[in-house]
C-alpha cells in the first residue's frame, strides 16, 4: 500500500474532475450530436456505462445518453449529482463498499424514490466491496456471483432502454 498510494495520488491528480470532466463531456456530446444529425432526425439511443472513477461520470453524462448504469461509483456527490439525473438510471453497489456506504446509497435510493416517472433501480450485491463489478474474482463463487449479477444487471438494463 504504502508503495502504490503515490502512483494513485499522482493518478487521482491528473484524472480529476476539472480536467477528465470536459474531456468525457466533449465526447458524449459530439456523439449525441452525431446521433441527433443521422438522416431522417430520427437520431439514435446513447447509453453509458460506468464503473468505480467512471461510475460518476457515467452519471455526469445524464444530458447526452438516454440510459445510465453505474457499479459502484466513487467520489459520487450525494445527493446533489443523483438529484440532478433525470435519464433512467441503473446503480450496482455493494454492501460492503467503504467507498460507497450503505448509508449513502440509502440516500440514493430516497433520492430515486422522489422521482416519480423515472426509472431507477439501485440493486446491492451483498457481500460485495468496492469493485466487485469489475476485479471480482470468478473462481470464488460468491465474488463470482457479484460479477456476473451485475454484468446481467447492464445488459438488461440496457436492452431494456435502449433497444
Not at 461520470?57 to 459502484?72: G, K, T
Not at 461509483?73 to 454492501?95: H, N, Q
Not at 422522489?114 to 469489475?134: I, N, P, R, T
Not at 465474488?143 to 444487471?153: A, F, I, M, N, R
Request: proline content about 6%; aromatic content about 12%; overall charge positive.
Amino acid at each position: 500500500m504504502a508503495f502504490s498510494f503515490p502512483k494513485f495520488l499522482l493518478w487521482f491528480w491528473t484524472h480529476r474532475k476539472s480536467v477528465s470532466l470536459p474531456i468525457i463531456t466533449k465526447f458524449f456530446k459530439s456523439l449525441r450530436e452525431e446521433l441527433n444529425s443521422t438522416p431522417g432526425g430520427g437520431g439514435g439511443k446513447l447509453g453509458v456505462i460506468g464503473f468505480c472513477w467512471g461510475g460518476r461520470h457515467a452519471i455526469l453524462m445524464n444530458p447526452y445518453v438516454d440510459a445510465i448504469y453505474s457499479a459502484h461509483p466513487s467520489f459520487l456527490k450525494v445527493p446533489a449529482e443523483v438529484e440532478a439525473v433525470t435519464k433512467p438510471i441503473s446503480f450496482a453497489v455493494g454492501d460492503k463498499d467503504i467507498v460507497l456506504p450503505m448509508k449513502q446509497v440509502e440516500r440514493i435510493k430516497g433520492i430515486l424514490k422522489k422521482k416519480e416517472g423515472l426509472d431507477s433501480e439501485v440493486v446491492v450485491y451483498e457481500g460485495m466491496e468496492h469493485s466487485f463489478a469489475v476485479r471480482g474474482n470468478p473462481a470464488i463463487e460468491a465474488t463470482k456471483k457479484g460479477l456476473e449479477g451485475s454484468e446481467t444487471q447492464a445488459v438488461e438494463w440496457f436492452i431494456k432502454h435502449l433497444a
